[in-house]
């Protein structure tokens, strides 16, 4: 398939820039090996560069810009043009994951891996996610939201707080990586927690524990009614009191993972098939990974999407699928399949005039 260009965007502007660029490195690897690659490295200002080899800046990364043009894509300031066939965008959290790369995707007119503007922009807000997920009769754990400039009184608050239950969970809504999330036991504790998760975001949730909570993944690729999920893994926090930034990427003792997961045969139905239900609803399609809580008496409750999840070799989406008997150069060769579907079926609408 050397005959189609993609061109694989990491890096970016957010919290999650360094695990974008693992994951890319990845990525790239393995479709080098049937593909022609354009690695497009996108740095903390803002700023894309075409690079030989996924990785921090170099001197001889050349700087490009996203153009609509018909014979190529990209454009250096040295005249250089590239054109990738497909984009597939390796990228976490805000102006990656969140609709706004997909908008400019859309507007180029070239097709790309992944869900698209609508359910990655409601994929990012944990809150309208919940929401909708709930109404179509999948469990969430009680919350309650808080934004910036509410001049919120605290000792209310701490009542309120208290009438969900401690441990609460106090994060940023449209975070990824569990950045800014702080687990608050104790009301004295719940201000710090606030203070901390508005650094990153004047939107956050407070949401209740989950008794002796299980974290539990679910892959999911495909769209409307070809959705495939995999089999669930379980992750489980070493040296933290929760799956944090830390037990993700700093600790390499940060956590320990079974695939698939100890839980009851019909629990992991039961979480599959949720995870199809809010992939349909959201209007996903390419690629993502559902995160699950589940408690000591057996329930489980809907946590949050990823829409475009870590992809690297130690990463939860990949390694579910190979737990699932998927190999996961055919995982990415699917993915690429259905941006050129997707992107040749809304070519195939009528517009009326």
Known sequence: MKDITIGIIYGGKSTEHEVSVHSAAYVCDILEQKYKIIKIFISREGKWFVQEKCGPLQPADREVSPVICKDYNLYALDGQTYKADVFFPVLHGAMGEDGTMQGLFEILGVPYVGCGVLTSALGMDKELCKLLASFY?????????????????????????????????????????????????????LKPAIDKAFKYQGSILIEKGVDKAREVFCAVVGSGKNIHTSLCGELKAVNSAFFDYKAKYEDPHGCDMKIPADIPQETQDEMRKASALVF????????????????????????????????SATSLFPQLWQASGKKYEDILDSLIKSAFDRKRENESYSIER
């Open 280 to 311: 349909k609803v959201l209007r996903g399609c390419g690629l993502a990974r559902m995160d699950f809580l589940l408690g000591s008496d057996g329930k489980f409750y809907f946590s949050e999407i990823n829409t475009l999840p870590g992809m």
């Open 137 to 189: 009769g999948v469990k969430i754990a009680p919350y309650i939201k808080l934004e910036k400039d509410d001049n919120y009184d605290l000792p209310y608050l701490q009542a309120a707080v208290g009438g969900l239950g401690y441990p609460v969970f106090v994060k940023p809504v449209s975070l990824g990586s569990s950045v800014g999330v702080t687990r608050v036991d104790a009301p004295e504790d």
